[in-house]
Structure formats: C-alpha cells, structure tokens
C-alpha cells in the first residue's frame, strides 16, 4: 500500500507575548492507504495538535506533511481548504453539526460547498445516512437526536465526500461504552467498503487496540509503537 499522509520532523510552538510554549517535538510518521491508526495519548500530550497538523488546519513551526505527495505548506489557502474538501474528512469528539440544519442538511453540507447541486448533494447524503442507519433521522435537527445519533450524523458528514484519509479526534469519547462500540464498527465497516485511511488520536485504550498499529504520543513526542492485540491485518 502507499503512504497517503506523512509528515517528517514536525515541531509545533505557540507564542503567547514573550512565552513559548513547545507541543510537538520532532514528529514523524506515515500513514498508508486504507490503514486504521491510533494516536494514543493523555490530554495535553500534543494529539489533537497532530492531528490538526497533519489535516492542514494548523501549520508546523517547522517540519512538512505531505498528502499524496503534496506538500501541504506550498499550497494557497484556497487550494488547501479544496483538498480537505476533495480528500479528508475529519469527526471530532463534539460532533460540531449546523444545530439550525437537520440532519440532511448538515451531511450534504460539503457536497454544496464542493458545487454540487442540491439535488445530487442531498441525494448522496440520503444514501450515507442510510448507510449508518438514519434514514429515519433525515429531517431532525441534531436538537432531537441522541448523542450516538448525532455523532453518526458526524461521521456520515465526514464519509460522504468519500475522502482518502478521514482525521478523527476522540470520536467516541463522549459517548457511552455501548454506543462507542457501535460507533467503532460503523467507520471499520464502512472503511472497509470504502478504502479509507482512519487516523485516530485517543486516550481510549480499548479503541486504540482495535486499529491496525498504535503510536504513542508522550510530552509531544512519539515514544513508542505498539501492534495492538486486536489487529485488522487480516481483514479483506
């Protein structure tokens, strides 16, 4: 498989007036595509800034990403934010739906801002909600959802472009044991049927050893890699 998303020595220090305060020290990795990773870490270890990084949402203070080959910091904003349009997807733990949108509405989202129509933005969203069982949610406001609800809205807004690599953070931590395993076989599944890359920063050890390989973030440093006791190297 090819290497989809590397990024080589990245450092990342924010400025606040005369004090520097470092997050990432000297990161490097590459994800492959179709692979499931897990960023293990506690709060405050620098993941969700990696991951934020790696997405072009936020630049390095020094270091590259590279997606598919493109060196995300040579790119315009314009042409950045077409990319994470075209090829990322990205699930956060807070779901972030429109709460003014229904459900339709916020997964057909992406597809209006990329320029498809109405018609074939919302058509395709109908199918993703199908595909995570909310057909029956098409027309509610995430006001009348359930946590799990809204969080499958989250993720079918984040497949429906049908993205290379989907970033998500802490996607089940807001979530009961139950729902978070469900939640956990709906990306397996439908990264399976859609070759997607999953990468996925969590303090959740039980998530983390169902992925393909686990890298763990300490004090901003990738410490170690460890092959989880669950692993997916056999699935089809």
């Known amino acids: 498989m090819q290497d989809v998303l590397i ?7 924010y400025q606040d007036g005369g004090n520097a305060t470092p997050v990432l020290h000297d990161v490097s990795l590459a994800i492959k595509a179709g692979e499931h990773v897990a960023i293990l870490g506690s709060s405050g270890s620098g993941k969700s800034t990696l991951l934020h990084i790696l997405g072009g949402l936020d630049k390095p203070s020094t270091g590259d990403v590279e997606f ?17 349009n075209d090829e990322m997807g990205f ?7 429109l709460g003014e949108f229904t459900a339709l509405e916020n997964v057909a989202m992406p597809l209006r801002i990329r320029g498809l129509s ?5 058509a395709k969203a109908r199918d993703m909600l199908e595909e995570v069982g909310l057909s029956h949610r098409f027309d509610h406001l995430p006001s009348a959802m359930s946590g799990g609800e809204r969080q499958r809205v989250a993720i079918a807004r984040a497949l429906v472009t049908e993205p290379s ?3 998500a953070d802490e996607p089940t931590g807001n979530l009961d044991d139950s729902t978070g395993e469900q939640i956990y076989k709906l990306l ?27 890298l763990k973030i300490k004090d901003g440093r990738l410490a170690s890699e460890v092959m989880p006791k669950e692993s997916h190297h056999a699935r089809p």
Not at 69 to 84: E, I, T, Y
């Open 118 to 122: 109405s018609k074939h933005a919302e």
């Open 165 to 167: 690599v989907v970033l």
């Open 188 to 214: 397996k599944n439908l990264s399976e049927k859609k070759g997607t890359a999953f990468v996925v920063v969590t303090h959740d050890i039980a998530l983390a050893g169902k992925m393909d390989r686990v």
């Open 7 to 13: 990024c080589r020595n990245i450092n990342k220090t």
């Open 68 to 84: 598919k080959g493109k060196a995300l910091n040579q790119l315009s904003s314009n042409a950045l934010a077409k990319l994470r």
């Open 91 to 97: 699930i956060y733990q807070f779901h972030h739906l």
